[in-house]
Each structure stands twice: as C-alpha cells, then as structure tokens.
C-alpha cells in the first residue's frame, strides 16, 4: 500500500532522504533537520501524491488515510505528553501546506488547531496563562472560519474593532483575559450566524477540514496564477505539515525570530537575523513591533539600543549558533531560518536556502568552496549567470524614491539619468559640452549610432528586444528601455508624452534598463564593483567550459571591453555599423545613388581605406584570434537621408538635385525591408561591394604583424548557389591581395543561417561553407513569421497566455526555432564533420539558450560584450549539466 504519512521529530524521521518532490519542500526540511537531531517540533507529512489523490476523488480523502494520520497523531501525543482534544492537557497543531517549491503567502495556514470550549480551560491551567489561551482560542476560530469555513473575515475582525472600543482600548495587548473571552463567544456566535452550524468542537474534525483547506488552497485563484507566472505545474500538488505548536508569546522568555548563517546581502560570513521577544512568527512578518537584532556586533553597527539575542538570551544563542553551523554542513548552502523559544527552550521551524544578492551568491559560493564545504563545481552552478548582470552595470539605489513615468521592454540593463533630447545630433552637441542625455526616439535606425553613442541612456517607444535599439545599446553597454508603447513623442515639437505628463527637452530621465521603467529626475545609482570573487568564480568557470565565448562588436572600443570580460574572438562583426560613421556616410550614400557599377566602384573606392582602417583597429584588439567578419547586410534605403535637411546636405555633397535624391529614396523604399533587398541579396546584385569589404579585410589582414583569423561571413543565405557565387567573389579577391601583397594568410568563408530553408538545406550549403553562425535573431523572426520590430506590441500578451514561455527573441523558441537549428547542425555535419558552429543571434548571451547550444553541441557562442561574462558561466554550467 502507497505510504502518504511521513512522521518527523523526538528521533523520528519517516522522510529520511526523501525528496521535496514528495514530501515538499518545508516537510522534506522539517524532516532533515528532524534526522540530523536538531529541535523540531514533533509532527508528520501527509505527502503531495495525497493532494493528486484528493483532486482525482472528487476531493474527499481515500479511507485507509485514516489511520495513517491517527499514527501520526499518536506519535505526536506520545513525544509531547500531551493528548489531541485532552481537556486537562491538550495539545495544539498547526497545518501548513508545503509545496516542492515555495510558493510564498499563496496557500493556507492554521494555527492553534485542538482548542475547543473545554480544552481552552486546560490550556489555561497548564500554561497558568489564562490571557494567552484564550487570546490564542480566538486567533484560532478567526482563522479557522477565514481559511477553512471560507467566511467574511471581514465580520471577525470588525467584532474586535468594537470590543477594543468599548473598553477604550487602542491595542490588541490591552485586552485581558476576559475580553477576549467575550470575544471568543461573539466568533462562536458569528461562526453559526455565517456559516449555519455551531464551530466544530471535536477536535479530529478541525484536523480533517483544515487539511482538505490546505489542499483546497492549491487550486485557490491566486495559487494558480503564482504558478502560471512562475511555470510551476498545476499537477505537483502540496503536501500538507501537521506539526505540534509551540509558542513564542508565553512571557519575557519566550521569543521569535528568523534568521540567515550569513549576510544575505553581502554574503559575509556572520549570523544574520531579528528576533521579537514574547511573540509568534506573524508579529515578525507583520512589522507591528520592530525586531531586534540577533547579533550583538550587528546591533553595535546599527547603534540600536535594544539587547540583541546574544545579549539577552545568551544560553538559547549558543545553541542556535551551533545549528546554523550543523545546517550549513548538512545542507552545504547558506539557510534561511525560522525559529521559536518556548519559556527557554529552541525550537526550529523551518529552514531552506536563503534568498541572496548577486553579490552575496558569488562570495558565497567561493567562499563555501574555500572552507571545503562544497566543490569548485558545485561553486560554479550555484550563481544564476543572468545575475551577473546586476555586477556588470551600475543599479538604481533601492533607497531612493522612484516617480515612474511609464514602463516598457528592459532591453539593456543598468541605470543612467540625464537630460532628455529627441534626436542624435543634439545628443552628440549636448554630450559634447559635457551634459548627460538620455536619447528619446520614436524608434533608432543605424543613422542614430553616433547619438546612441553620446547618451548614457536609451528609450524608444517602438521595437522589441531584438530591435535595432535594443541590439546596439546592448553591444555599447548603454541602458535602454525599449517598446514603452504608451509614449507618444512628437520629435520634431520636442516633446513626448504619457497620458497627461509630458516630458521636454532637457527634462531629467532616468533609465531603469533591467526593469524598463522610466523614471522622472535624477534617481541615485550605484556603481558595480567587481570583487576578487568574480574573477576566481570565473577562472573555475573557463575550467569546466566546452564551448568557446566570443563577443559581438565593431569598434576596438567594444572589442577591448569584449576581451577583458574574457572574450575569446569575435563571433559577428556587423559592418554596415561602420558605414554609419559620420565621416564616410557621404561615400556611402554617393554608392547608393551611383546609376552604375562604375559610379559605385568609385564610391566604393572612397571607403576602402577607411574600411580597412576599421579591420586594422579590430584585429589589433583581437591579435591571434578568430574574428568573424559579416559583410553588408542591410537594405540600402537604411542608408538614404531621411530629413529635409539631410537631403539638402547629401544634394550638396553629391551634386544632385533634392528632388532627384527623393526620387532615388521612394526607389530603394520597401514596403518589408526586413524580408527584402538585404543580406546576400545585395551582394548578388552588387558584387563590387562584398568585393571592396573583402579586400579591406584581406589587406588589413596582410599588414598586420599578428596575423588574425578572419572569417568572412555571407548573410542571410538561402541556398547553395547564393554562398557558392558570393565564395567566388571573396576567394578572387584574397588571391589577388594576397598576390599584391606577396603574402598569404589563413581564413575561412562561411555563412549565417537565418533562414529557415538555410537550415534545411544546411547539407548543401556546407559543401560550399567552411563554418556557420546561428542568426537567431532572423532564425526567429522568420521562423515564427513575427516582426523584430514590431513583436513588442503583441508578445507580452503572448507570453502572459503561456503561447510562448518566454519572449521567443530574448530566450531561443527551442522545439521550434531550436529544432531547426538542431537539423542545420545534424546536415553540416554529415557534409562537413569538422564544419564549425556557432551562434550570434541575441540569445547567443541567454543562459537557457546557452544550455541549448551545448547539447546540439556548438563550437562557441556569441554574445554582446557585457554578457561575455554571463556566457562563460552559463557555458560552465551546461557543460557541467550534460556531463
Ligand atoms: C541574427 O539575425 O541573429 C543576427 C545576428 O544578425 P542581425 O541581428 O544583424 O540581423
Ligand atoms: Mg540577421
């Protein structure tokens, strides 16, 4: 027969290394601090198979659970001495729920448990406390009708409003035995009022309602939607905790506290905690009296004047320290501790691992791995990588107060105020005279690099995470709020606007970009500082890591930052960002318009140099590693002014008419860039300038001492036939440099996939293709059929109805965009077995997608220079996890 009772407590323990799956994840503590000897309550488990169980019978209990829970009982009675419904001595229970995972504050608790009309007098007696049994008689029954009965608590805690009133009292510690014994007979009355039926005195049918409450809690409402937002299962089910009370409020020697073995914040080594004396656990949790402090150190650094617990109750202290120590041993992480003295003697409530900041994670892991406790390993996968994040970039103080203007995509993180403008040029004046700006924009295109550039933050109103915004901020490190649909900005009045607030020119903004909320004035924010910790927990990571890290960027300024955070090449370089600068849009557009391959290859002649000053600088940065240089991808029109003025500059410069440069712009204008004249396709059409990009990478590549491994990488590729004539033309290209030159050098050509029929037909490609790198980015978006850059307005819908799991351009759509992926890798390397792969869409830096590319078994990731760090973690980790 299926066992569902588990007992714990006074040397049992039924549970002993059993998992949270079964007993949940406060019996499963309950019972293994019960099996290491420490001080726990008597009680059992009825485990969370019953609750599937309860739920398949209709919710009734199956009947041999009857006697399951009379031996639990019993055991109870038999270490306590005391009897469940004894009118001389009884003993009291709480039920708690205790899911696999907590799920704080959702599902139900009943305490006191046992107290009826005769045993409240028994209580009365033993205790010699007739104030506290009763007092705790109508704490029960209130939270009996609430929790159980499911009636208005409304009622009961308006009968206690008026019987303070009428006797002129302003605390709940005011009222004496007798009030609240009046009390207790007004809930009685209001129970049977509410409810049709007198309270139940025996005591067995309070245990039996509370627990088929707490099973009924986990379908409650709220229970549900915690789940959905923290993709829990519906079908784990909770266990339920029937446990012997004990009481922190019997006198001046009793207290409550919870605690940590260590700081939480900081992560240093020393007891961490707040107790309240003569009081129960809730009267901590509700802050109506201020705990104090556990430790005397840390009551002398506040400068508090209450004792601390070492102080006041030195006895019970010593003994505490011990388990904190016992528990750090048994459970090998720092614990989060609730606990309980009865008239002198320690009592543990709970314990499970503690809650921390980034900061405290990592010091706490290499510091645990230092004392021998744990392995350098286990060092590794016990700090969450995305939290990195919170180290890498400053972070908006939690002290300060927040006027939140609107809220949109946390598309780059970290913090940064300043003053507001609406264009790039302003941007880059304003930033020049040494003022800080946040760039406001309707959306960015590459035109607004430079402004980007200058402001210390970003926000759009349009575009997703994977938008041009969101992409560039990320590379730069600067913070961007993305997609904040409900700002409407009018550029050209200089001024947005979110419902009645406007915000203008030279308005102070802050950024939160790990939150997406926007924020008005000047809000404090914090540095990162890097600690020692963060490099060793990093050198232990490179020791278990498979795959390599490298970085997305352009600039050396990008590519040094890259490397110093441990990047181990470049995975994309996108070159079309270097065609932005301001010094050579002009060649640019003058190629654009020229009518003829002639005309362009004089432009394109323009930029050659200055391209392959751009590949000198890189390579420099990236001496002796390989650098993967993506020719031109974006649609031209992206190139073309956009302004009035722009185009009277650009007639100037060119010598044509405004009215023949808009001709030529309404010419280039696609009605879908995104799926149009871009990629490959430009330079099928206009070989001539895939041809000048290779030559300056091939020279750049020849004049160097150091020479760098260049891979040459052909953009959204369809077919064979697309990369074959591309590999055509850069081949021609590097012989003819290299004859020039009088020197060869190593390098590859392969190609992104980002297509869809890319990935199918991978076994082809890879006859012509030297390497692959993942564009999930495209993969995604023509994947799924959905817009980069207008997802935003619908996503987070699709997110909330669990269509998605996650926004599908932040952590890779796995079964789908992943099963492509999977197949492009299968079919390269059947054609090509030593075929390199790797990834530089955006989710080459999500930890998720990270543990995807191990198992298909990927040559490296690519990640924006900032997340080079979190890669390497998340890239330990998953080699660590598949083994
Ligand atoms: C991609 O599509 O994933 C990619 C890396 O290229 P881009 O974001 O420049 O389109
Ligand atoms: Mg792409």
Known sequence: MTQYVYRFGGGVSDGKGLSKELLGGKGANLDGMASIGLPVPPGFTISTPMCTRYYEEGEKFPPELNAEVASGIAHIEGVTGKKFGDASDPLLVSVRSGARVSMPGMMDTV???????????????VSGDARFAWDSYRRFVQMYADVVLGLDHGAFEEA?????????????????????????????????????????????????????????????????????????????????????????????????????????????????GEYLINAQGEDVVAGIRTPQYLTTAARERAKAKPLSMQESMPVVYAELAKVFDLLEAHYRDMQDIEFTVERGKLWMLQTRSGKRTAKAALK????????????????????????????????????????VIVKGLPASPGAASGIAVFDSDTAEKRADKGQSVILVRTETSPEDIHGMHAAKGILTARGGMTSHAAVVARGMGRPCVSGAGSLSIDAAAKVARVGSREIREGDMLTLDGSTGEVMAGEVATIQPELSGDFGTLMVWADGSRRMKVRANAETPADAKVARDFGAEGIGLCRTEHMFFDAGRITAVREMILAEDEKGRRVALAKLLPEQRADFVGLFEVMAGLPVTIRLLDPPLHEFMPHAEADFEDVAKATGLTVDMLKRRAAELHEFNPMLGHRGCRLGVTYPEIYEMQARAIFEAACDLAVSPIPEVMVPLVATKRELELMKAVIDRTAEAV??????????????????????????????VGAFFSFGTN???????????????????????????????????????????????????????????LGICGEHGGDPASIAFCEKVGLDYVSASPYRVPIARLAAAQAALATG
């Open 111 to 125: 305490l006191n448990l046992g107290l009826n009309d005769a045993t409240v007098v028994g209580l009365a007696t």
């Open 160 to 272: 206690l409003e008026i019987a303070k009133e009428d006797k002129g009292y302003y605390l709940d510690t005011e009222m004496e035995s007798e009030d609240w014994q009046a009390l207790v007979a007004k809930y009685l009355a209001l129970v049977e009022e509410l409810w049709g039926k007198p309270f139940p005195q025996d005591v067995h049918d309070q245990l039996w309602g509370a627990v088929g409450a707490v099973f009924g809690s986990w379908q409650s409402e709220r229970a549900k939607v915690y789940r959905r937002i923290n993709s829990i299962p519906h079908d784990w089910g909770t266990a339920v905790n029937v446990q012997a009370m004990v009481f922190g409020n019997m006198g001046d020697t009793s207290a409550t506290g919870v605690a940590f073995t260590r700081d939480p914040a900081t992560g240093e080594r020393a007891y961490y």
């Open 364 to 403: 706490i892991a290499v510091d645990m791995a230092a004392e021998g406790l744990i392995t350098k390993d286990e060092a590794v996968m016990r700090v969450d990588p995305s939290a990195l994040d919170q180290l890498l970039h400053p972070t908006l103080d939690p002290k300060a107060k927040r006027d």
């Open 738 to 767: 290299f004859a020039e030159r009088g020197k060869r050098i190593d390098y590859l050509v392969g190609t992104m996939i980002e297509l869809p029929r890319a990935a199918l037909k991978a076994g082809e490609i890879a006859e």
């Open 778 to 836: 495209d993969l995604t978006q023509t994947t799924l059929g959905v817009s980069r850059d207008d997802a935003a307005r619908f996503l987070g819908v699709y997110v909330d109805q669990g269509i998605y799991e996650r926004d599908p351009f932040v952590s890779l759509d796995i079964d789908g965009v992943g099963e492509l992926v999977q197949i492009a890798a299968d079919r390269g390397r059947a054609t090509r077995p030593d075929i390199k």
